[in-house]
């Protein structure tokens, strides 16, 4: 099993940036989890950000963030990274980082297994 905490939301206006921090428990993190990110808007579903490969050399993006945000994991430090530039109002959510011990991309909610609590992010306009 991996345990998961988010860190690093906060309040921003738009066009700001930050970075999100998901720190990972277990000493085979880097071998074994694919990681992604997940938002959810008030009143919407949990929907899919980015996603992040075992090495982290490849990854994908959800067209609405394709350009601004930017996923990366650190295996030596076991965190996976999210930095989010150019925000908009629409970003505002909470995020959450999950994993999954398949190696392929997926983007679907149900395919993650171990979620962390979840970190606020707010844009202002």
């Known amino acids: 099993q991996v345990q998961l905490v988010e860190s690093g939301g906060g309040l921003v206006q738009a066009g700001g940036s930050l970075r999100l921090s998901c720190a990972a428990s277990?000493?085979?993190?880097?071998?074994?989890?694919?990681v992604a990110w997940f938002r959810r808007a008030p009143g919407q579903d949990r929907e899919f950000v980015a996603h992040v490969s075992r090495s982290g050399d490849t990854t994908y993006y959800a067209d609405s963030v394709k350009g601004r945000f930017t996923i990366s994991r650190d295996n030596a430090q076991n965190t996976v990274y999210l930095q989010m530039n150019g925000l908009k109002p629409e970003d505002t959510a909470v995020y959450y980082c999950?994993?999954?011990?398949?190696?392929?991309?997926?983007?679907?909610?149900?395919?993650?297994?171990?979620w962390g609590q979840g970190t606020q992010v707010t844009v202002s306009s």
């Open positions: 277990g000493r085979t993190f880097s071998s074994t989890y694919t």
């Open positions: 999950a994993a999954r011990t398949e190696s392929y991309y997926n983007r679907g909610v149900s395919s993650y297994d171990y």
